[in-house]
């Protein structure tokens, strides 16, 4: 079964399942596919959603290329920009008032868009307080609300939240309201990091037929490593574990070229690649979009290819290759693939004010 760029049904699953930690389930994401093309109507639809508080860093990155992935499996991308959920959970600055917050999230979330625009994601994009203050919708919170016990919506919480206990009463919409996002965006396929997966699975895939809703599809990819190792993951609120997509080219090669690296962890392959963050980096960024890595070792002076995960990951336990020969490779990489963003900004600067705002440093080419 071929789709309209000529790609076997059986690679456009390839495309959905890739860099992934899991589909639930896999046949469904089939059905879907395979039911728009017997069908001739519209293309299934699958959508990330993000709250806007906080720098576009290389860990947002993972769910940008699986949006891309799966638009060329046949799904249409869907971005939501959770501009309620900022509001409700406090994003901003404690002295600001209303308004005031109101004004800086309507420009982060103008920063994101245009970030993940210049990243070549052509996708539609949907802020929350365009529906989510709609009678049915509200509607649904409040039935929604008579179906789910408290601990429930904690639960769900427990891998987002650093208190899931859920004190404050308003929090329990925060779940609520991502599970009811789905039916409400019209979407197949709800996507996210593994600490999504509680409000995926608890809630959207087992709560929502009980309202008469169908069951989504889930997706769920990695989160990326810390550059700093220490088995946590990149941070806004943590600027040393990351770097935002619109730092300069030497901010990015330098943030890699110090990242954290556990050659012990080179025995084990591929769980290994997760104790790495710049193999987690090539791995997901380089590899994962069929690119290849170019490495310049300085000992040398010569330029090996690598086309796969695998031959890197053998010359460097080999001692084939330096670990800092191939930091320095990714560093270039991802430098040349985040251009475009730095072009972005450069043209329009002030899509960086309420970044800037939050007390983050603007990078030295729109000082």
């Known amino acids: 079964m071929i789709y309209r760029e000529g790609i076997l049904l059986e690679d456009r699953i390839d495309l959905v399942n890739r860099n992934t930690d899991e589909v639930v389930k896999l046949e469904e994401v089939r059905n879907q596919l395979e039911n728009a093309e017997a069908s001739g109507e519209k293309d299934p639809r699958a959508y990330v959603g993000y709250e806007t508080s906080g720098p576009v860093h290389l860990g947002h990155m993972t769910s940008v290329q699986k949006l891309l992935d799966v638009q060329k499996a046949g799904y249409e991308p869907v971005v939501l920009w959770a501009d309620r959920h900022t509001e409700l959970n406090n994003k901003g600055k404690n002295e600001w008032n209303d308004e005031e917050t109101r004004e800086w999230i309507d420009g982060m979330t103008e920063y994101w868009q245009a970030t993940f625009e210049s990243l070549g994601l052509d996708a539609e994009f ?10 049915d919708y509200l509607n649904d919170v409040i039935e929604f609300g008579n179906k789910v016990k408290m601990n429930r919506a904690s639960d769900s919480m427990g891998d987002i939240a650093d208190d899931a206990s859920l004190t404050v009463a308003q929090n329990a919409l925060y779940p609520l309201m991502q599970a009811l996002d789905v039916p409400h965006l019209d979407v197949d396929l ?33 989160l ?15 600027p040393e574990t990351m770097f935002p997509l619109h730092a300069t080219e030497e901010t990015i090669k330098d943030r890699i070229s110090g990242a954290y690296f556990d050659t012990e962890a080179l025995d084990e392959y591929p769980e290994g690649i997760d104790e790495n963050p710049v193999m987690q980096i090539a791995d997901r960024f380089i590899f994962g979009a069929d690119r290849d890595l170019h490495v310049l070792t300085e000992e040398y002076d010569v330029d090996e290819q690598y086309s796969s995960m695998e031959e890197l990951y053998g010359d460097i336990r080999e001692d084939e290759l330096h670990p800092q020969d191939a930091k320095n490779a990714v560093g270039e990489e991802i430098a040349g693939k985040l251009e ?25 080419y729109v000082e």
Do not use: N
Request: charged content about 35%; proline content about 10%; overall charge positive.
């Open 126 to 135: 949907v802020k929350g307080t365009d529906f989510q203050k709609d009678p």
């Open 190 to 222: 709800a996507m996210g990091g593994t600490d999504q997966r509680g409000i995926h699975m608890k809630l959207a895939r087992d709560k929502l037929p009980e309202i008469g809703y169908s069951k989504p599809a889930v997706l769920h990819y990695p």
């Open 340 to 364: 475009p963003v730095r072009e972005r900004f450069k043209d329009e600067p002030r899509l960086l004010e309420p970044v800037s705002e939050m007390g983050y440093d603007l990078p030295e």
């Open 224 to 238: 990326l490593t810390s550059l700093k190792g220490e088995g946590t993951k990149m941070s806004s609120s943590k």
